[in-house]
């Protein structure tokens, strides 16, 4: 399905088919396919309750897979041998609630996961925080704590705390939605500087107008299947599909 769209020339970070996901006997994900070409920035749009969360933490094994396949810089989610581990150090992942750790300070809760995992020594990862607090504006804001930033700061570290282990692939799920209106600007900013860079990105977003500008491709999800999918122009100046139809009609 997707093979139209995908840039042929590039290599796919991202493979998933037949994706199915079931809750007990309610089966949420029904037959999804998909590619991610490296570079590539997808947005996945749909109603709620369509999947799309779901969707997300399938392709870093958050949840585990029903039947199917997702293949991430070659590794397959579905292979029980897979070192998840090892696979989630190539995707770095950014949630709404930003789930900082409030007993330590900005610098410390992006260090964590490289010194932890990585076993980088402490000066290394501290430079390197510094360096990505740098990159999302917050570099005088090391030393503080959580508590004393605004939502949109927070949303800011987390996200440099996700870029810490050097991901090659970064997901976002709703990252701005519990944002007050005023500071949704400043993180949508720090992920299209992201997505220029050439980050390979998967955003799961109810922002209509940064769906259109940042995406390369938008998948369109209604009831645990991919319902429509294409181009920004395609997708929001010329949809097909019914359902499509009726979920732009509400959301722009
Ligand atoms: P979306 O992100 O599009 O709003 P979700 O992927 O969050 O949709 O949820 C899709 C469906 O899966 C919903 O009906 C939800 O109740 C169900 N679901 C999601 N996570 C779980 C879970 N951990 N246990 C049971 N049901 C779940
Ligand atoms: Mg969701």
Same mark, same amino acid.
């Given at each position: 399905?997707?093979?139209?769209?995908?840039?042929?020339?590039?290599?796919?970070?991202?493979?998933?088919?037949?994706?199915?996901?079931?809750?007990?006997?309610?089966?949420?994900?029904?037959?999804?396919?998909?590619?991610?070409?490296?570079?590539?920035?997808?947005?996945?749009?749909?109603?709620?309750?369509?999947?799309?969360?779901?969707?997300?933490?399938?392709?870093?094994?958050?949840?585990?897979?029903?039947? @199917?396949?997702?293949?991430? *810089?070659?590794?397959?989610? !579905?292979?029980?041998?897979?070192?998840?581990? $090892? %696979?989630?150090?190539? +995707?770095?992942?950014?949630?709404?609630h930003?789930?900082?750790?409030?007993?330590?300070?900005?610098?410390?809760?992006?260090?964590?996961?490289p010194?932890?995992?990585k076993?980088?020594?402490?000066?290394?990862?501290?430079?390197?925080?510094?360096?990505?607090?740098?990159?999302?504006?917050?570099?005088?804001?090391a030393?503080?704590?959580?508590?004393?930033?605004?939502?949109?700061?927070?949303?800011?570290?987390?996200?440099?705390?996700?870029?810490?282990?050097?991901? @090659?692939?970064?997901?976002? *799920?709703?990252?701005?939605? !519990?944002?007050?209106?005023?500071?949704?600007? $400043? %993180?949508?900013?720090? +992920?299209?500087?992201?997505?220029?860079?050439?980050?390979?990105?998967?955003?799961?977003?109810?922002e209509?107008?940064?769906?259109?500008?940042?995406?390369?491709?938008?998948?369109?999800?209604?009831?645990?299947?991919?319902?429509?999918?294409?181009?920004?122009?395609?997708?929001?100046?010329?949809?097909?599909?019914?359902r499509?139809?009726?979920?732009?009609?509400?959301?722009?």
């Open positions: 399905m997707s093979e139209s769209t995908a840039l042929p020339e590039r290599a796919p970070k991202i493979t998933v088919t037949g994706l199915r996901k079931s809750f007990g006997t309610n089966e949420v994900l029904k037959g999804i396919d998909a590619v991610v070409s490296e570079g590539e920035v997808v947005c996945v749009i749909g109603p709620s309750g369509s999947g799309k969360s779901t969707f997300l933490r399938c392709l870093n094994k958050l949840e585990d897979i029903t039947a @199917g396949h997702v293949v991430v *810089d070659g590794f397959d989610l !579905a292979d029980p041998k897979v070192d998840i581990n $090892e %696979v989630r150090r190539h +995707i770095g992942m950014v949630f709404q930003f789930n900082l750790f409030p007993h330590m300070t900005v610098a410390e809760n992006i260090m964590l996961a010194v932890e995992l076993k980088a020594n402490k000066e290394k990862a501290r430079e390197q925080a510094l360096a990505l607090l740098e990159k999302v504006g917050l570099r005088e804001k030393d503080a704590r959580p508590a004393s930033l605004s939502g949109g700061q927070k949303q800011r570290v987390a996200i440099a705390r996700a870029l810490a282990m050097n991901p @090659g692939i970064m997901l976002f *799920d709703e990252a701005t939605s !519990a944002l007050d209106p005023e500071m949704v600007g $400043e %993180v949508l900013q720090v +992920i299209k500087d992201l997505a220029r860079s050439g980050m390979t990105m998967v955003l799961v977003t109810h209509m107008g940064f769906a259109r500008e940042v995406a390369d491709r938008v998948i369109f999800m209604a009831d645990g299947v991919v319902c429509e999918e294409g181009t920004p122009e395609d997708v929001f100046g010329n949809p097909t599909q019914p499509l139809r009726e979920f732009l009609s509400k959301v722009l």
